[in-house]
């Protein structure tokens, strides 16, 4: 058997399995070198589970809870819509001046332009939907009906007895 | 003949005057009579018929042969523009609600009387014949129609039928009569007057229908029923204040004014009406999605007052259309429709 390598550590840990752990302890009944190495390792484990628990510093605690908290520095993203205001989640990030980056360089009247650009979008599309629900409307399905008064007029005649006009040819 | 009758005649408006007071409803019996005679005499005869309307007049002759138990014979000789003509009508005391105009039923006559004082004011003569002339007067005491009622028969000889301005708008008389000499053995009953049962209202407004119990010139629904023509259900309305009839035809659907043919449309307030100038004033339009056709012996203003008193809806609005539109949309993507 070559020597355990890697599998000392598994060994200390008791991570190997039954087969395993007895060919493993009859090499290290024979092989010195693995045996010393075994011993190493045991007792620096033996070593770093006897530290005592080091405490986390106050400020760094601190600061990372306020990283959780309201306006805290969060990178900006881009908005879709960002003339939508109220359409997302309330906008806490604090002024720019307070951001960890610097403020992105921006074209001067571009996101004018591109609020004007959005809301022209939405008025377009407004336009085309309402042009479609009115034409939708617009257009009468109920077939045309054209009263049949001959009908009607004969049953008026029989109701008033007084024949004016073409009921039926006479014989 | 019949020219001979007409000239040789006695005016028919030849009135011997009596005392006005005394004839405050005292005219009913004899319309009454009239109306009994109608139904239970033997009779044939020629009558003129005129009747002006929105186009003018329109006179015809029509000849009368009524057999008692067994109905009238209508016929309107053929003339040089059309052909021979001939109604074979029911005898009214049996079928007809308002009993026809010439022999009214009770029904009519209780409507007569709710809406005018009918009084006997004088003798007169038509045809030759001796009568008596009934007055239907208004609420201010002018003239709503004349009657002449045959002293010896006391069948109805001529009718007339004055507008709210005091002209003739209807006129029938006959201008020969031949009375059977033998009178009916068993005399007809006119049929007794049942009033329009409002379970049969209810019963057409359940299905949908809705429609006034009165209309302008005192006017009052008398006989409704509904029907199936080939172009879908209708409803028949029957109004009248006991001298005109205006017939009120209702369907469902839009009006296709494309096919109508020898109509002409007029407007009326916001929205066109398509009248035809025929004697009964035949009047047709759209309206809430129903369509309204008017048929009238009745005078003018009448007939036009209660045209406006009918439903007219004006076309959709825009947002009817908006509304109307989303509301298909949402039945294309509604999957439980």
Request: positive net charge; proline residues 8%.
């Amino acid at each position: 058997m070559s020597h355990l390598g890697e599998r000392v550590s598994a060994l200390i840990d008791g991570e190997l399995g039954h087969t395993e752990r007895e060919k493993a302890f009859a090499h290290l009944a024979g092989c010195d070198d693995c045996r010393a190495e075994v011993d190493a390792l045991r007792s620096l484990k033996n070593r770093l589970r006897s530290l005592a628990p080091t405490g986390i510093p106050a400020d760094l605690t601190m600061s990372l809870l306020r990283m959780g908290e309201p306006g805290g520095p969060i990178p900006p993203r881009a908005r879709p819509l960002p003339s939508l205001r109220g359409y997302g989640p309330a906008d806490n990030r604090p002024p720019r001046a307070a951001a960890f980056t610097a403020p992105a360089k921006r074209k001067p009247g571009g996101g004018r332009a591109r609020r004007v650009r959005y809301v022209a979008v939405g008025v377009a599309s407004a336009a085309v939907a309402l042009g479609t629900l009115f034409a939708i409307g617009g257009v009468d399905n109920t077939p045309g009906v054209v009263p049949p008064v001959e009908m009607f007029a004969n049953q008026h005649k029989i109701s008033v007895q007084e024949p004016a006009t073409t009921v039926r040819p006479a014989p | 003949m019949v020219l001979l009758c007409l000239f040789v005649s006695n005016p028919a408006h030849a009135v011997v005057p009596v005392d006005p007071g005394e004839g405050e409803d005292t005219g009913l019996p004899l319309l009454r009579s009239a109306a009994g005679a109608g139904r239970d005499r033997g009779y044939t005869g020629v009558q003129f018929v005129t009747s002006w309307g929105r186009g003018g007049s329109r006179a015809s002759l029509v000849e009368i042969t009524h057999v008692p138990g067994r109905g009238s014979t209508l016929r309107t000789p053929a003339t040089g523009t059309s052909g021979s003509t001939e109604v074979l009508a029911a005898d009214p005391g049996d079928q007809l609600p308002s009993g026809g105009l010439t022999a009214p039923s009770e029904g009519m006559l209780d409507i007569l009387s709710r809406n005018y004082r009918v009084a006997d004011v004088g003798r007169g003569s038509v045809c030759g014949r001796a009568s008596r002339i009934v007055e239907a007067r208004r609420g201010d005491g002018t003239a709503a129609a004349r009657f002449w009622i045959d002293e010896k028969t006391s069948l109805l000889l001529r009718r007339e039928i004055i507008d709210s301005s005091g002209r003739i708008a209807h006129a029938g008389a006959f201008i020969d009569l031949r009375i059977d000499g033998t009178a009916a053995k068993n005399i007809v009953v006119a049929t007794p007057f049942t009033p329009l049962e409002t379970t049969r209202l209810a019963d057409l407004r359940n299905k949908g229908w809705s429609f006034p119990g009165t209309l302008p010139g005192r006017l009052e629904l008398f006989a409704a029923a509904d029907g199936l023509a080939p172009s879908g259900p209708y409803l028949h309305l029957s109004y009248s204040d006991g001298l005109s009839v205006l017939s009120v035809f209702v369907q469902r659907g839009r009006l296709d004014e494309s096919r109508l043919v020898g109509w002409h449309s007029q407007r009326l307030r916001d929205h066109t009406i398509w009248v035809r100038n025929a004697a009964t004033q035949e009047t047709v339009w759209a309206g809430g999605g129903h369509i309204y056709t008017v048929l009238a012996n009745a005078p003018g203003d009448t007939v036009d007052a209660a045209i406006q008193a009918l439903p007219h809806e004006p076309p959709p609005g825009v947002w009817d259309q908006l509304v109307r539109g989303f509301g298909r949309v949402v039945a294309w993507v509604n999957p439980f429709e």
